[in-house]
């Protein structure tokens, strides 16, 4: 460390753990700022000419992305490469600045500048935080404009020197993340994004520390400086000294030393000390995820969300483009059961080009919900997840029911689409398990109601969370009270858990705690003998599973049951993991 370095500490939005040292390297993205100079009136169609010479480039540059990527282990970035082919094609990037060119007669950079304030301007009044998330595509697609413009491309990122080098960045497109493969980096940071941007998404299922919304860390922080990024705490700590570094270095040696040992936990059975057996199924969004759930060594796919292949799209897949990626899935998991969602479309999830934004969309027209409303687009889907399981074990789960006629109508749904395919002489299998979602608390406390017509259930303790403490999942203003050990949210979890037992009818945990291996042997105590969680989470609560004895657990877990004070909670959760 020379002489002139400072250490400082910086802190974020941890959005995928992990420790990771490294030099910082500047990531060299156009920064949305532009010159102004006036054009005479002859050289206005020059000008327009050159704007568009460099929104054909972008094009260019665009579609060769989708292309590469489309067929690649990275394959779940074409969408959002596509929103920003989109949003190119838009009047507002293709015409706009064209007319602002022949108004004002200014440049073409200053055109796209003054388009572009005008487009934030318009998100600055929006609320909700999934289209708010879209501004970020909106400026990353201007600063690419720009960079054609200014004649660089934008990527110039230099050669890597090592694997540790950690990136830093105002803000990263989904497009900028590809290039990952190429350079690899073990860790990024930004100034933007959110915990639910797609920058944040791409970043979990990469597996490497991030963290967003530094606020400051691009010019904060320098070229080749040190720096550390614990994504768990969300922290980057620059310039450490020695002591520290030394420290971190040891907390990442146990890290890998751990991840290590635990690949080797891929093929044992999971079993409990007392010889309880345990299924660990693993969360997919797309049908490229199935390579990381086999390298886990997951008995099967419990949550296909399936909502991810009509987003950051215009149009609603066919169903041949369904049916293809549900076999596709079913095929890669060669036996395996896999588990598909219904569509959860609304709420943080809207459908592209969906005009009506509701004024609490978490509680409006979302899941299956929207699906009861729109037969057609429902009914495609089960004929596709139909179509699909003549190829291997398929179970389909409807999302958020909270009613009896719901609970009617999806499986009359189900039947109307059986029918249809027997009379068309199509083959499925006609055992496929219809299961349901308990995410709300009006299924949770009416459970019976729901288990007599279902073969199965899966309990989304993401919502149930969200929808017991009234608490907005996507807002970080309130991510503070989000909290998974309410007593409110345990009682109705170890319910639904004991109902299901006495009805004789599995049921899993698909949400985030299913993958917490600080809960599993809480989990397990409450009787759960099915996880569906992130693949890279698999291993970690297997050796959990592994050293639990669930009599010996048993007396501690009864008391967390009883208990309703926050501290004494937090120290019986430490017990039972000790
Ligand atoms: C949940 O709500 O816990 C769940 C698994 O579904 P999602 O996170 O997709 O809403
Ligand atoms: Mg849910």
Redesign the pocket.
């Known amino acids: 460390m020379s002489e002139m370095t400072v250490c400082f500490t910086m802190h974020g939005i941890g959005v995928s753990g992990g420790i990771a040292i490294g030099q910082a390297h500047l990531f060299a993205g156009m920064s949305a700022e532009a010159n102004h100079y006036e054009i005479t009136a002859a050289d206005v169609q020059r000008e327009q000419r050159r704007y568009d010479r460099a929104v054909k480039e972008v094009r260019d540059e665009l579609k060769d992305l989708t292309e590469s990527v489309r067929h690649s282990a990275s394959a779940e970035l074409a969408p959002f490469v596509k929103v920003h082919s989109l949003l190119l094609d838009d009047a507002a990037f293709s015409e706009a600045p064209r007319e602002i060119i022949r108004e004002q007669h200014c440049n073409a950079e200053w055109a796209l500048r003054v388009q572009l304030d005008e487009l934030m301007a318009q998100f600055s009044d929006i609320e909700d935080p999934y289209l708010r998330e879209r501004e970020d595509d909106v400026r990353q697609v201007a600063e690419r404009v720009l960079g054609a413009l200014a004649g660089t491309q934008r990527r110039t990122m230099k050669p890597v020197k090592e694997d540790a080098s950690i990136l830093v960045a105002r803000d990263l497109s989904p497009a900028d993340v590809i290039l990952f493969r190429e350079h690899p980096f073990a860790a990024f940071v930004t100034d933007l994004g959110g915990a639910t941007s797609h920058t944040a998404i791409v970043a979990r299922s990469m597996n490497i520390p991030a963290i967003v919304a530094l606020h400051h860390s691009r010019t904060m922080i320098h070229e080749d400086e040190l720096i550390i990024v614990d994504g768990t705490q969300g922290v980057v700590i620059v310039n450490p000294d020695r002591h520290v570094l030394a420290e971190y270095r040891l907390k990442q040696n146990q890290a890998r030393l751990e991840r290590d040992k635990l690949k080797r936990l891929k093929s044992a059975p999971a079993s409990t000390l007392d010889g309880t057996p345990i299924q660990l199924q693993a ?1 997919i969004e797309l049908p490229s995820d199935v390579e990381p759930v086999r390298a886990s060594g997951a008995t099967g796919i419990g ?1 296909f ?1 399936s ?1 991810f292949l009509f987003m950051n799209r215009r149009d609603l897949p066919s169903e041949d483009e369904q049916y293809e990626a549900y076999r596709d899935v079913v095929e890669g998991m060669k036996g395996l059961p896999v588990t598909i ?1 219904t569509l ?1 479309i609304g ?1 943080d ?1 809207p459908l592209d080009g969906e005009g009506y934004v509701a004024v609490n969309p978490a509680l409006g027209l979302r ?1 299956i919900r929207y699906c009861l409303a729109e037969p057609q687009v429902f009914n495609t889907q089960l004929r596709a997840i139909l179509r699909a399981s003549r190829h291997g074990k398929v179970l389909i789960l409807i ?2 029911l909270t009613t009896y006629h719901e609970l009617q109508q999806a499986i009359a749904a189900v039947d109307l689409a059986k029918e249809q395919l027997k009379d068309e002489g199509v083959k499925f299998d006609d055992y496929v398990p219809v299961g349901g ?1 308990i ?1 709300v608390p009006a299924a949770a406390i009416a459970l019976p109601m729901f288990i007599r017509k279902l073969d199965f259930l ?9 929808y017991t403490l009234a608490i907005d ?1 996507a807002d970080d203003r309130v991510a503070h009270l989000y909290d998974p050990l309410h007593p409110a949210v345990l009682n109705l979890l170890a319910g639904v858990i004991r109902t299901a037992q006495q009805h004789e009818k599995p049921v899993a ?5 299913a993958g917490d291996v600080e809960l599993t042997r809480m989990l397990l105590g409450f009787g759960l003998r099915n996880f ?1 969680m992130h693949p890279a989470h698999l291993l970690s609560v297997k050796q959990r599973v592994l050293t639990t004895s669930i009599p010996d657990i048993a007396p501690i877990v009864a008391r967390i049951l009883r208990t309703d004070e926050p501290d004494k909670m937090q120290a019986l959760i430490e017990k039972l993991n000790a």
């Open positions: 969360n949550l969300r909502e969602r959860d709420a999830k899941a999302p958020m979602m995410e899966s309990i989304g303790t993401n919502d149930l969370i969200q999942r945990v698909c949400g985030e705690m569906s």
